[in-house]
């Protein structure tokens, strides 16, 4: 039996070193298993795309496409993936062109639990991951109703949502949800 004494080829400074960088990486992995970057509770949803049984009147909001979309109501699930730009294409080969409102409007807080079932936190750090990646990045963003209305009515494959009680005028239509 060999009666040296152990020498660690690394040294004592090395091992600090080492002991760091696993402390970074457990901290990062932490943080984001915390923040649901992590993805098993969105993996699960994108897998299922069962959105919660709720009509998007009594939510509080309406989802609109353009007056001349011939799709007259569609899933939530279907309507969460055009969103998340998972269907790029609507049934009659128009590109799909979705717009939101901003992250601290009350009605998109609505759609986003309504239709996605998730938190706009969480959509975010979706497209996050999307924009890091390079894969995609998220829709237009409108500061208010008037402007969704706008995007929607002067594009063919427009969607968006505005509150269950705005007119919407001509130009637009609202779809129907089911789920």
Same mark, same amino acid.
């Given at each position: 039996m060999n009666d040296r004494p152990h020498r660690d080829p690394l040294g004592p400074a090395a091992r600090r070193g080492w002991r760091a960088a696993a402390r970074i990486v457990c901290l990062g992995l932490l943080s984001s298993w915390l923040l649901g970057i992590g993805g098993s509770a969105w993996a699960q949803k994108a897998e299922g795309d069962?959105? =919660? !049984?709720t009509t998007s009147a009594k939510a509080g909001y309406k989802v609109i &496409? $353009?007056?001349? $979309? =011939?799709?007259?109501? #569609?899933e939530a699930a279907a309507v969460a993936? #055009? @969103?998340? %730009?998972?269907?790029?294409?609507?049934? $009659?080969? &128009?590109? &799909?062109? =979705?717009?939101?409102?901003?992250?601290?409007? !009350?009605?998109?807080k609505? @759609?986003? %639990?309504? &239709?996605?079932?998730?938190?706009i936190?969480?959509?975010?750090?979706?497209?996050?991951r999307m924009i890091f990646s390079g894969r995609d990045e998220p829709p237009q963003e409108k500061a208010t109703e008037s402007e969704v209305l706008s995007h929607v009515r002067a594009n063919a494959g427009g969607i968006g949502y505005v509150s269950s009680d705005a007119s919407l005028g001509t130009g637009v239509k609202e779809l129907k949800i089911t789920q």
């Open positions: 069962k959105a =919660p !049984e &496409v $353009n007056a001349d $979309n =011939p799709a007259e109501e #569609m993936k #055009m @969103f998340r %730009k998972k269907l790029k294409r609507w049934q $009659n080969d &128009v590109a &799909v062109a =979705p717009v939101d409102l901003g992250p601290r409007s !009350e009605v998109r609505s @759609f986003t %639990k309504g &239709v996605h079932g998730k938190s936190f969480a959509i975010k750090s979706y497209w996050q």
